[in-house]
């Protein structure tokens, strides 16, 4: 006679529904680095439009910082590394920060 085999999942699975954290990316103003290359950089790193490169570009530089964009830990610290190095490769001090966010 067949023995009745216990099919049942030997793995719990658990309902995911934590959020990722995110982090806000911020462009820091400068006096040195040109306004086309900081327009340059945020088309290239992150995929913005001419326009809206140009408005993050005038709202650092006026203000001293505009928010970038927010992204997942693993983005924000990519994009940050990669729009650093592409200033300091020139020789500016061209500057993106990531903070948490609350
Ligand atoms: N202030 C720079 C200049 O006058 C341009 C600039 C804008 C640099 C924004 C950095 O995040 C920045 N050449």
């Keep these: ?3 009745k085999v216990d099919e049942r999942p030997k793995v719990e699975t658990k309902a995911r529904t934590e959020r990722p954290r995110l982090y806000k990316v911020t462009l820091l ?3 040195f680095t040109p306004r086309d290359f900081v327009v340059a950089v945020l088309m290239a790193v992150f995929r913005m439009t001419e326009a809206e490169a ?3 570009m005038l709202t650092a530089h ?3 910082a505009c928010v970038v964009a927010v992204y997942t830990r693993e983005v ?3 994009k940050c590394k990669q729009a650093n190095d592409a ?3 020139q020789g ?3 500057a993106f920060t990531m903070e948490q966010e609350e």
Excluded: F
């Design 1 to 3: 006679m067949a023995e």
């Design 29 to 31: 103003n400068d006096d």
């Design 54 to 56: 140009l408005g993050v």
């Design 62 to 64: 006026r203000k001293g």
């Design 76 to 78: 924000a610290e990519t």
């Design 87 to 89: 200033g300091r490769e």
């Design 92 to 94: 500016y001090p061209l």
